[in-house]
């Protein structure tokens, strides 16, 4: 399983928790024994051109969901960086790509297309959420568009001492792909803030992930992993704000669910620091196969708990 760490920045520390194991080492996430997440955490300042911002929001429906329509196009642009809505560099504040409504007459690419066996259920449809650092909106990877960006996420040498998945493009697609036709215990989405793509985000069943074996698990039990992509977002604590934003969105939409649940490694104590700013309680260390973790757990019961 992928021990990885939400890599939410609480402090100074460059240390990005993200995740723990490579493709190869850990467990398939997807299917019966679906990996746990990788907590991950800052990367690359990296700066997405800006007609790929407005490219995505041309992508994202004047209400701030995503269109899930023929806009597929928007995703081939300049074979660069410039791809994807990852914005590895294209910081959350960096800039708000205005959302402009889309027809989505089309059948959606595949790797949109709502999961008929979704165990989240319709992540697409959380719909942006309001932070004190703007409007976070959670949405789907789209392979042909994000992968070029969270490639180069991920083999930032910070971020690869904890997601483990540095390698060509087709490793990391092979990890992403994995949950994208999954069974929908796994949703890998790009975290956009205020329009600007600036993190990626792994929300996961944890109860049914490999995890599941070395804690107590709940049915329900929700995980979050987090890496965020710009320098300038790191140490200020951003990934405390989007974490416990998410945490909440999760227990809103999922009535069933009674706990949020991060497994960030131990060593990564601005990770760590992150989680309990958003709210999470230490619950205790475990050893997983790849690391050791420290299991933070946000309790809908106190949830509004300062």
């Known amino acids: 399983m992928p021990p990885t760490d939400a890599s939410a920045n609480a402090g100074a520390a460059p240390v990005t928790d993200t995740g723990t194991t490579s493709p190869t080492a850990r467990e398939s996430r997807i299917g019966p024994v679906a990996d746990a997440g990788a907590d991950s955490e800052d990367t690359l300042d990296l700066h997405l051109p800006d007609e ?167 049915p329900h039990d929700t995980g979050v992993h987090l890496l965020i992509g710009g320098m300038s977002d790191r140490g200020r604590g951003l990934g405390g704000t989007l974490l416990r934003a998410v945490a909440d969105l999760a227990l809103d939409k999922r009535p069933a669910c009674a706990r949020v649940v991060a497994e960030p490694d131990i060593r990564n104590t601005p990770s760590v620091a992150a989680f309990l700013t958003a709210g999470f309680r230490f619950s205790a260390e475990i050893d997983l196969p790849a690391k050791r973790a420290a299991l933070m757990i946000r309790d809908r019961s106190l949830r509004h708990l300062p």
Not at 107 to 114: D, L
Not at 128 to 136: D, E, N, Q
Not at 142 to 160: F, G, H, K, Q, Y
């Open 52 to 218: 790929f911002v407005a490219l995505f929001a041309e992508d994202t429906g004047a209400d701030g969901r995503r269109s899930l329509g023929a806009t597929a196009t928007a995703t081939a642009t300049a074979g660069s960086a410039s791809a994807s809505a990852t914005g590895a560099a294209t910081v959350e504040g960096a800039g708000t790509a205005t959302a402009t409504a889309t027809c989505a007459s089309q059948a959606p690419p595949a790797s949109t297309t709502p999961n008929p066996n979704d165990l989240l259920g319709d992540v697409a449809d959380w719909g942006p959420v309001s932070t004190p650092a703007g409007a976070l909106h959670l949405v789907p990877v789209r392979i042909e568009r994000d992968l070029p960006i969270i490639s180069r996420w991920m083999n930032d040498p910070a971020v690869t001492a904890f997601w483990g998945l540095a390698g060509p493009e087709n490793a990391i697609e092979e990890h992403l792909r994995s949950q994208l036709v999954g069974d929908g215990r796994s949703v890998p989405c790009m975290g956009l803030l205020e329009g600007t793509p600036m993190s990626y985000w792994e929300i996961y069943r944890a109860d049914l992930d490999p995890l599941a074996r070395h804690y107590p698990a709940r």
